[in-house]
């Protein structure tokens, strides 16, 4: 699943998505606010990715994550699987 993520310098895409990389903000960006925000680093979803390449089937039915800032995580979360998330419908401009 993780491979679907397409990681450029300042964002990452999946399908139709596009979440900027705080990290890596800066005065070029072009889209304003049409994208989600992800402070989550290359390296770190990297960890994410061994760590569920380790647990083929496992399936979760509650995953609370410690850390999470304005709810794109979750969405990342949701588009890569068929978890039921509480709060997920969120949208990037009900900020």
């Keep these: 699943m993780f491979d679907r993520l397409v990681w450029q310098k300042d964002r990452v895409l999946l399908d139709e998505l596009v979440f900027r990389l705080e990290h890596y903000r800066s005065d070029d960006w072009e889209l304003g606010d049409e994208c989600f925000v992800l402070y989550k680093t290359k390296p770190l979803m990297d960890q994410y990715a061994k760590f569920w390449s380790l647990r083929p089937g ?38």
């Design 58 to 95: 496992f399936r979760a039915e509650h995953i609370l994550e410690l850390g999470m800032w304005t709810g794109e995580h979750r969405l990342l979360v949701r588009a890569f699987s068929t978890l039921q998330t509480r709060g997920c419908g969120y949208s990037n401009a009900e900020r």
